[in-house]
């Protein structure tokens, strides 16, 4: 069966849920022995690969504006596509679904992947979200559209039960993490001026809607006892939010790592503190299951994706709400470090390929 997979950025190395979502289940996909090919954005990849882990990898340009380059690269990827005979477009995230009647126009099978409504997020203007909610109707509101859907939480398949009335062909399959890679980089930690287990995790992109700027506010009010917070992560767009919390950051003296992959960020899971995701939305947050497989403490607000983890009542917070942040950061630094035993099952990656493959059988039926 040969898959294309459209609408995440690209794999391996690129910062983003949904590309990190890809990265884990593509490979697994191709070791089944599929023909899987990811189109990627040219320019947020400068490895030259044409293949890693199994994966075809194919390059198409797109322009590096938010507001047009998932649409544009998307329309590309569509008629490459078609191109190439694939007997499955697997497209992801609403912005690229926009592009789903167009595929079926062109004769193309399609599976979309229901990330989470990205109009909620505060980045986007009255139009981009106007845009994207039709993204999402395209993506969701009937067979006609799209053959299968799937949905990375029970949020977003009550969502679109919801408002589209879609009960058929959606498939639950939640986000995964891979199994931890409990590491230590002492001259990682050196560079950064870092202990073990001495300071506070947030590991995210810098975008208004992950509530960073809330973190540091409510870490600049608490007895820090020599625990230092570190960001880990950065933003795909510079603009005036990244860098007026950059900038807070430093004048607060809080670590700034830019983007990490690899062994300096198992390290840095590995021996945290605590970690932290303050967001307003969500779909179901990939970096918050690392921490989790890591067994690290979490304190994250208590927005609907998060809660659905059924984490103890004492990990949340009241979303946008300073104070009672600050007084879990604090009880944090005042205990002693425990680690804490998640049940992570659900979220193998193995099991999830597995799945997803199932998805794929459907449409020869």
């Known amino acids: 069966m040969k898959i294309i997979v459209t ?8 910062m983003g849920g949904v590309e990190t979502h890809c990265e884990e289940l593509f490979p697994r996909i191709a070791r089944r022995g599929e023909d899987v090919t990811v189109i990627r954005r040219k320019n947020y990849v400068h490895d030259g690969l044409t293949e890693w882990n199994g994966v075809k990898l ?9 507001s047009f380059e998932a649409i544009v690269h998307t329309f590309k990827a569509v008629n490459k596509a078609k191109q190439l005979g694939a007997d499955v477009l697997h497209i992801h995230a609403i912005g690229p679904a926009l592009l789903v009647p167009y595929a079926k126009m062109l004769g193309l099978k399609v599976v979309f992947t229901h990330h989470g409504p990205d109009y909620d997020r505060d980045k986007w ?3 981009a979200k106007m845009v994207l909610k039709w993204g999402e109707r395209m993506g969701c509101a009937g067979v006609f559209f799209v053959n299968e859907v799937i949905v990375i939480s029970e949020v977003i398949r009550n969502l679109i039960r919801r408002k589209y009335g879609r009960t058929e062909q959606v498939h639950l399959i939640y986000n995964g993490v891979p199994c931890p890679d409990y590491t230590n980089c002492p001259e990682y930690f050196r560079e950064l001026g870092i202990t073990e287990r001495n300071y506070i995790l947030g590991m995210c992109r810098f975008v208004p809607e992950k509530n960073l700027h809330h973190l540091v506010e409510a870490f600049r009010r608490v007895d820090k006892k020599g625990c230092r917070l570190v960001l880990a992560g950065d933003t795909d767009f510079e603009d005036e939010y990244s860098r007026a919390l950059k900038r807070e950051a430093r004048e607060n ?9 690899g062994k300096k960020l198992h390290s840095l899971l590995t021996n ?5 995701l ?25 927005i609907p994706a998060n809660k659905e983890m059924g984490l103890d009542a004492s990990c949340y917070f009241e979303t946008g709400n300073i104070e009672q942040l600050a007084d879990r950061l604090q009880e944090i630094i005042d205990g002693d470090f425990k680690q804490v035993h998640y049940d992570m099952e659900k979220y193998g990656w193995d099991g999830i390929a ?6 794929y059988e459907n449409l020869k039926k």
Do not use: N, W
Not at 253 to 261: A, R
Not at 272 to 276: K, L, Q, T
Not at 284 to 298: G, H
């Open 272 to 276: 945290a503190r605590c970690y932290v």
């Open 278 to 302: 303050p967001s307003s939305h969500e779909g179901l947050p990939i970096a918050l299951l690392e921490a989790m497989s890591y067994r690290l403490p979490v304190i994250v607000s208590d």
């Open 253 to 261: 003296g809080v670590i700034l790592t830019g983007f990490v992959k």
């Open 58 to 66: 194919i390059d198409i340009e797109s322009p590096k504006q938010k």
């Open 354 to 359: 597995l799945r997803v493959a199932d998805v």
């Open 7 to 14: 609408g995440t950025r690209g794999i391996p190395d690129v």
């Open 125 to 127: 203007g009255i139009m």
